[in-house]
C-alpha cells in the first residue's frame, strides 16, 4: 500500500512565524497534493505537484508555497502564518487512479 | 467544473442498508466518479471508483445510471463503525494532471449509525 506520512499530526504557531508542513510518499507517485479542510467547507485545493520542480495552484493559493526538490517530498510553507490558516492541511497523492491522503497535519495558528 | 450535491446528513442503524446519492449534472466525458470515507482526525480513504453501471467491490457498491448525472453509494448492512463522512469526487483522477483542478471535493454526507 501506497504511503503518504506527514511529519507533525499538530502544531502550535505564533502569528507571522514560518511554517513548514513536510509531507513524504513512499510509492514513487508522480502527483502530489496539498489541501486544507475546515468544517463547512470540506477539502480545498491549496497547490498541487505533477513532477519535481513543477507546481500548479489550486483553488486556494493565496498565502502558501510549496516545494517539490525531491519526487518523495512535498512541502507546504506558510510565509508569514496568520490565525485565518488555522486549519487541518491533508496531504494527498495520486498517479492513474485515486487518492492516497496523509493522516493530516492540524495547525493552529495563535 | 465538476461540482457535486450530496445529503448533508443521514442516519441510520446498524444492519440496515444505507444509500446515498451524489448529483453531479455537468459531468464530463472522461470524469471518473470516485467515493472516500472520512473519519474525525484522519485523511480521506478511497472506497470505489466507477465510470458507469455498476462496481462492488468487498466494501460497497456504486450504482450509476446511464446519464452518469448521478451515482448512488450502497454500503450494506452498515455498523457503528461505518460512522463517518463520505465524499463523492468527480474527476478524472489524475489520468492528466489537468485534470486536477476540477476536483471538487465538496462537504460530503455525514453519516450516523446507531446501535
Known amino acids: 500500500d501506497v504511503k503518504v506520512t506527514q511529519s507533525s499530526r499538530y502544531l502550535v504557531k505564533r502569528t507571522g512565524e514560518k511554517v513548514f508542513l513536510e509531507c513524504v510518499q513512499d510509492m514513487d507517485h508522480e502527483n502530489m497534493f496539498w489541501y486544507r479542510q475546515d468544517p463547512g467547507l470540506g477539502l480545498r485545493l491549496i497547490y498541487f505537484s505533477y513532477d519535481v520542480k513543477m507546481k500548479e495552484k489550486g483553488d486556494i493559493p493565496e498565502g502558501y508555497s510549496v516545494s517539490r526538490e525531491k519526487k518523495e517530498r512535498f512541502s507546504l510553507i506558510l510565509e508569514s502564518a496568520s490565525t485565518n490558516q488555522t486549519s487541518m492541511y491533508l496531504c494527498?497523492?495520486?498517479?492513474?487512479?485515486?487518492?492516497?491522503f496523509g493522516s493530516g497535519t492540524r495547525l493552529t495558528v495563535v | 467544473l465538476a461540482k457535486t450535491t450530496q445529503p448533508i446528513s443521514m442516519d441510520s442503524y446498524e444492519g440496515q442498508e444505507v444509500n446515498i446519492t451524489c448529483s453531479h449534472n455537468?459531468?464530463?466525458?472522461?470524469?471518473?466518479i470516485t467515493w472516500y470515507q472520512q473519519f474525525p482526525s484522519q485523511g480521506p480513504r478511497f472506497i470505489i471508483q466507477?465510470?458507469?453501471t455498476k462496481v462492488t467491490n468487498e466494501v460497497a457498491s456504486l450504482f450509476i445510471p446511464a446519464d452518469r448525472k448521478s451515482s448512488t453509494l450502497s454500503l450494506p448492512r452498515v455498523s457503528l463503525s461505518d460512522t463517518a463522512v463520505y465524499y463523492c469526487l468527480v474527476g478524472d483522477m489524475g489520468r492528466s494532471h489537468t485534470g486536477f483542478q476540477k476536483l471538487v471535493f465538496g462537504t460530503g454526507t455525514r453519516l450516523l449509525v446507531s446501535p
Open positions: 466507477g465510470y458507469k
Open positions: 494527498a497523492t495520486s498517479q492513474g487512479g485515486g487518492y492516497t
Open positions: 455537468n459531468i464530463a466525458t472522461n470524469d471518473y
